[in-house]
C-alpha cells in the first residue's frame, strides 16, 4: 500500500511539473517572453498613472494612438494630441492616484520571436481611485471600476501604445 501510494504521489507531481507556466501576479496568463514583455510595458504605464506622470505617458503613445471612447458617437475621438490634451488637462488636476489592473488575457498576432508591427491586446480589470477638485472646488474621491483592452505595438525596441490608456 505504501509503494502505491508513493508512486501515486510521483505520478501527481509529474502532472504537475508538465502544466504551462504562467506570468507571476497575472494567473490567466501563460508565460512567454512576448506576453512577460508586454505586461511589463503595461505595469509601466500603470505606475505612470498613478504618478499623474503624463509626460512619461506620452513617450509610451505610439504617433498613430487613436482612442474611441467606446461609444457610437465620434464626437469623442482623438488620437494623439487629443491624448496629450486629456493627460494635461484631466490627469493634472488629479492627485492620490491609485491605479490598479488586473490583467486577463493577452493576444498576441506574433506568437513567436517579436518583430516590428507585433500587436498585442490586453484585457484588464481597472480599480481606481483619485482626488480630484468638483465644480465648486471641493475635493471629491470617486472609485472607477472598469473592463478597458490596452493595445500596443512593438516598434523593434519597445511596446508602444496605440489604444487604451
Known amino acids: 500500500m505504501t509503494k502505491l501510494s508513493i508512486l501515486l504521489a510521483i505520478a501527481s507531481l509529474a502532472a504537475c511539473a508538465h502544466g504551462q507556466a504562467h506570468i507571476a501576479g497575472a494567473p490567466n496568463i501563460p508565460y512567454s517572453a512576448n506576453n512577460k514583455s508586454v505586461l511589463e510595458a503595461c505595469e509601466e504605464y500603470r505606475l505612470a498613472v498613478e504618478h499623474g506622470d503624463a509626460d512619461a ?3 509610451m503613445a505610439d504617433k498613430q494612438y487613436w ?5 457610437p458617437s465620434g464626437s469623442d475621438d482623438y488620437g494623439y494630441e ?3 490634451n486629456v493627460l494635461t488637462s484631466r490627469l493634472q488636476r488629479a492627485s492620490d492616484i491609485r491605479y490598479s489592473m488586473r490583467y486577463m488575457n493577452v493576444k ?6 517579436l518583430r516590428t508591427g507585433c500587436r498585442a491586446a490586453v484585457d ?5 481611485s483619485f482626488t480630484i477638485p468638483n465644480a465648486l472646488g471641493q475635493p ?8 478597458n483592452q490596452l493595445v500596443l505595438q512593438w516598434d523593434g525596441h519597445r511596446w508602444l501604445f496605440l489604444s487604451g490608456m
Open 140 to 147: 471629491k474621491r470617486p472609485d472607477k471600476r472598469d473592463q
Open 67 to 71: 482612442e474611441d471612447s467606446g461609444t
Open 108 to 113: 498576441q498576432t506574433c506568437p513567436g520571436e
Open 124 to 128: 484588464v480589470l481597472v480599480d481606481a
Open 57 to 59: 505617458l506620452m513617450l
Open 82 to 84: 487629443g491624448l496629450r
